[in-house]
């Protein structure tokens, strides 16, 4: 049973299009994170959110949007896709202590 | 600001030798650490953490680390390597301050096993 889940796992994508990257975790877990992989493996946060609110917003362009309907799920939309922001988006929960749990990673390739 | 810094950007070492990975952090507190590793193609998994008490902390697959305050370092070692353990390894702090709850990772470093 997969503790957190993000579909799809790979996304090719015209520039210009929106796409959405979903995410589940059933751990029980408060908090749930955005963070993105570049083509050098370079991790970064961009979104966090507690019990559904927003609690980090890493200067992210806001054509990416989050959205957490209910505190075991968070979605990213991501508006007018670039070549840019081809890299690999990974979900993650936790719950105290920021020992994140990862999911598997969504590969996102703009064409 | 905060800092996480893996010297090492790729090591290669034999099977069945030791091995050790760097990584210095640069905070006001001690933070909470952790080291990750990736597999080529997937997600992240926990090998080990330190919060607070003994300082040489036991992970999964044989690993361990030890945290030095007085270095601000968590290197993470394992006394003999298996070729399975070729992956990216990465090295994250993190404080627990309500309104910044977030991991700072380092840049990773590959590890290559050779025969």
């Known amino acids: 049973d997969t503790a957190v889940s993000q579909t799809p796992k790979y996304l090719v994508t015209q520039m210009g299009n929106d796409k959405s990257i979903k995410c589940e975790q059933n751990?029980?877990?408060?908090?749930m994170y955005w963070y993105k992989q570049d083509s050098k493996k370079f991790l970064k946060i961009m979104f966090s959110?507690?019990?559904?609110?927003?609690?980090i917003n890493e200067t992210v362009p806001n054509r990416f949007s989050p959205k957490s309907p209910d505190k075991a799920h968070l979605n990213l939309h991501i508006n007018s896709l670039e070549l840019g922001d081809s890299a690999v988006y990974f979900c993650?929960?936790?719950?105290?202590?920021?020992?994140?749990?990862f999911g598997q990673g969504t590969r996102l390739t703009v064409v | 600001a905060q800092s996480v810094t893996q010297p090492d950007i790729h090591i290669t070492v034999s099977e069945g030798a030791s091995l050790e990975l760097r990584c210095n952090y640069s905070?006001?507190?001690?933070?909470?650490l952790f080291w990750y590793v990736q597999s080529p193609g997937q997600g992240l998994q926990l090998l080990l953490k330190?919060?607070?008490?003994?300082?040489l902390v036991q992970g999964i697959k044989g690993f361990e680390a030890e945290f030095k305050r007085s270095q601000s370092s968590f290197n993470l070692r394992k006394p003999s390597v298996h070729w399975s353990d070729a992956a990216e390894y990465f090295c994250?702090?993190?404080?627990?301050?309500?309104?910044?709850?977030?991991?700072?990772f380092g840049t990773g470093t590959r590890l290559t096993i050779i025969p």
């Open positions: 959110y507690n019990n559904k609110e927003l609690i």
């Open positions: 751990l029980g877990h408060d908090t």
């Open positions: 330190y919060f607070s008490g003994d300082t």
């Open positions: 994250a702090v993190g404080l627990s301050n309500f309104g910044n709850e977030k991991l700072t």
């Open positions: 993650a929960s936790s719950q105290g202590k920021l020992e994140a749990f």
């Open positions: 905070y006001g507190a001690t933070p909470y």
